[in-house]
């Protein structure tokens, strides 16, 4: 059985940082790339950064490129989003998930096969 368990979330003022981790059980990732996604209230959940675990090819979001980081601890089966400078429109539920995908297409929600439950992340103004 396959989980993925985020956390780290929390309550930062703008400009602040986080780091949010997702430890992945219940199977081999060798052919997946782990991602986090994000949802606002009302809005459609968003990529946000992704990696693969074979290689760690690296994507992010342009919204996101220069400000977070995705990176991995293959001994620990866990990926982390070290997320700086943090803005109010980066207030979401965050969600890690893992996709069996392309590298050209992990940036798209409906390849992921597995999702963790989220952690809140509020960013005061």
């Known amino acids: 059985q396959v989980q993925l368990v985020e956390s780290g979330g929390g309550l930062v003022q703008a400009g602040g940082s986080l780091r949010l981790s997702c430890a992945a059980s219940?199977?081999?990732?060798?052919?997946?790339?782990l991602g986090w996604f994000r949802q606002a209230p009302g809005k459609d959940r968003e990529f946000v950064a992704a990696?693969?675990?074979?290689?760690?090819?690296?994507y992010y979001a342009d919204s996101v490129k220069g400000r977070f980081t995705i990176s991995r601890d293959n001994a620990k089966n866990t990926v982390y989003l070290q997320m700086n400078s943090l803005k109010p429109e980066d207030t979401a539920v965050y969600y890690c998930?893992?996709?069996?995908?392309?590298?050209?297409?992990?940036?798209?929600?409906?390849?992921?096969?597995?999702w963790g439950q989220g952690t809140q992340v509020t960013v005061s103004p």
């Open positions: 998930g893992a996709a069996r995908a392309p590298f050209w297409a992990v940036s798209t929600r409906t390849e992921y096969n597995y």
């Open positions: 219940g199977r081999t990732f060798s052919n997946y790339a």
């Open positions: 990696m693969t675990w074979v290689g760690g090819n690296t």
